[in-house]
C-alpha cells in the first residue's frame, strides 16, 4: 500500500514538474514498471512459433516461465543465447520451469537463419510488429536483452529477472522453484 501511495505521489508530482515531452516518453515506460511489478497478473501477449502459428503467454502458465526478449542484431543477447542453453539443458527434465525466447527482430529472415544455424532445444517465438510493439509497451522494454520471470498462476515474480549469465543463475531458480 505505501509503494502504491508513493507511486502515485510521485506520477503526480512528475507530471506537474516535467515537459509535456518528457512525459510523453518517460509515463508509459514507468507506468508499464508499475503494472509489471511481482505479483501484478503478467500481460498475455501474443506471439509466433517458427511455423507461423500464433500463441499467448498464457499457453504456458502453471510452471515458472523464464522469459528472454532478444534479438539476432543485439549482441549482448546472443551473448546470453549459449548460457540459456547450458540452463535449459540442465532443467530440461524439471516440470517446474519452462524456458521461452521471444524475438523481437523485424527481419523474420535474420531469426530464421539465426535459429537454422544454433538449433536452439527450447521455444523460439518471434512478435511482428504490433506484438512487438505491445511487448515493448505493457513490459517497459527500453532495451534488450530483457529477461522476466513468471510464476505459476500467471502472476509477475519478476519484471527485470537476473541474465543467464549470472554466476548464481541455477542457485536463484534453484530456490525459486523449491530444489
Not at 501477449?45 to 510452471?63: A, I, N, P, Y
Request: aromatic share 12%; glycine share 6%.
Amino acid at each position: 500500500m505505501l509503494l502504491e501511495l508513493n507511486s502515485v505521489a510521485y506520477e503526480r508530482s512528475f507530471k506537474a514538474a516535467a515537459p509535456q515531452q518528457t512525459l510523453d516518453y518517460f509515463l508509459p515506460i514507468y507506468q508499464s514498471r508499475i503494472a509489471t511489478q511481482a505479483g501484478q497478473p503478467c500481460p498475455d501477449v501474443t506471439f509466433s512459433d517458427l511455423q507461423g502459428q500464433k500463441h499467448r503467454l498464457s499457453d504456458f502458465f502453471g510452471k515458472f516461465i523464464y522469459i528472454d526478449i532478444w534479438a539476432t542484431w543485439c549482441g549482448p543477447c546472443c551473448a546470453e543465447i549459449p548460457y540459456v542453453e547450458q540452463h535449459v539443458a540442465h532443467y530440461k527434465d524439471n516440470p517446474k520451469i519452462q524456458f521461452l525466447s521471444i524475438s523481437i527482430d523485424h527481419n523474420h529472415d535474420a531469426w530464421v537463419r539465426k535459429l537454422e544455424k544454433d538449433k536452439p532445444e527450447w521455444p523460439q517465438f518471434i512478435c511482428d510488429k504490433e506484438e512487438s510493439k505491445v511487448i515493448s509497451q505493457q513490459w517497459g522494454v527500453t532495451g534488450i536483452p530483457r529477461f522476466i520471470i513468471i510464476n505459476p498462476d500467471g502472476t509477475i515474480n519478476q519484471g527485470e529477472a537476473f541474465r543467464p549469465s549470472s554466476a548464481d543463475f541455477r542457485e536463484k531458480i534453484d530456490a525459486l522453484i523449491g530444489q
